[in-house]
Every structure is written in C-alpha cells, then in structure tokens.
C-alpha cells in the first residue's frame, strides 16, 4: 500500500484511505487538510464560502469533499445532545472478555444504545460508549444485551454525571 497525495485530479485509488488500525495514513495536500478544518468549524458551510477560504472554485471544493468522504477519510454529520433528546443517562463501560476480542466489539456494534467502541490494551479489551433513557435502560443494556455477547466475561460502568467538554474541531494538524 502506498501514501497517496489528494489533488484536485487524481481520485484516490481503491483501498489507500485508512480510517483506523495499523498501516499508513491517507496523506493529505494542504488544501485538503484546510478544507476539512473548515468543515470542523461549520459543517453547514457552503462550498463557494470554502472555495473563498482555501482559494480553490466551488466545484473543486465539492470534488474534494466527495472524494474525501467515498475514501472515508471524513463524514459530515449532526451531532445532537442526547439529554435534549430524552436520553439521560450516558456511560463508559470497560469491557474484559475471553477468545476474539474482535468478534465481541462485531456484537458490541450492533447494539443500537452502544455509539462507540474500541478494542484496548490494558485493564480493559474493549470500551464502549452508551446512551440510555434512563437508569433502568442502562440496567436492560448491561443485563440483557452487553453481558450477554459471547465472550464478555465482566463490566465496569463509569457513569456521565455532567458533560464538560466535547469538541469535533481538532484540525488535522
């Protein structure tokens, strides 16, 4: 697999972007990497005011973003706040299991309250983010479905009482 440079002509080939896991990084072109930023600070911003920002046509900045987002290098998505939804109670749960971590993070996914997950090192294989109605649908969550899943072999739930800081805006420095 080879790095590839992202220009206004040459789309990215099959299989260069990697959205996680071990081996090279798509390499990203300055103007790539200004168009995603600004996109960070207001997904809602038009292509033309971009195009204005980074010094490219509205057109080129939509070829970018198109070819940005089939690589899977980006998405552009609402975030919403679960409490303003009605889901109020969210929680990290530290997950140990036995066999193929891999294959328990598979079942983990497709649980509709789980929206993060990843395999670690360390006291835990696996963490996964939830979000809940409420109290006794965390406890529906952790009974019925998560411990449930071949392989977990235990839990540890650390509770969100207040959320300080979230941000989707980091750059690609």
């Known amino acids: ?44 911003r038009s292509y033309a005011g971009i195009g204005k920002a980074v010094g490219l046509s509205e057109a080129a900045v939509r070829q970018r973003v198109q070819r940005l987002t ?16 009605g889901f109020a109670r969210q929680a990290m749960i ?8 891999r294959k328990v993070a598979e079942e983990l996914a497709v649980i509709d309250e ?3 997950v990843v395999l670690t090192a ?4 696996a963490i996964a983010e939830v979000v809940c109605e409420d109290d006794d649908g965390l406890l529906e969550l952790l009974n019925t ?10 839990t540890e739930t650390l509770v969100y009482l207040k959320l300080v800081k979230q941000q989707y805006n980091w750059g690609t420095r």
């Open 1 to 44: 697999m080879h790095n590839q440079q992202m220009s206004d002509t040459s789309p990215p080939q099959p299989g260069s972007a990697r959205i996680a896991g071990p081996g090279p990084a798509m390499q990203l072109d300055d103007l790539s990497k200004a168009i995603i930023e600004k996109l960070q600070e207001d997904g809602r």
């Open 70 to 85: 089939d690589a899977g290098v980006m998405q552009i998505v609402a975030v919403t706040d679960p409490m303003q939804l």
């Open 94 to 101: 530290g997950i140990r299991c036995t066999g193929d971590t």
């Open 114 to 116: 789980v929206d993060y």
């Open 122 to 125: 360390g006291s835990f294989d």
């Open 145 to 154: 479905k998560i411990r449930a899943v071949p392989g977990v072999i235990g």
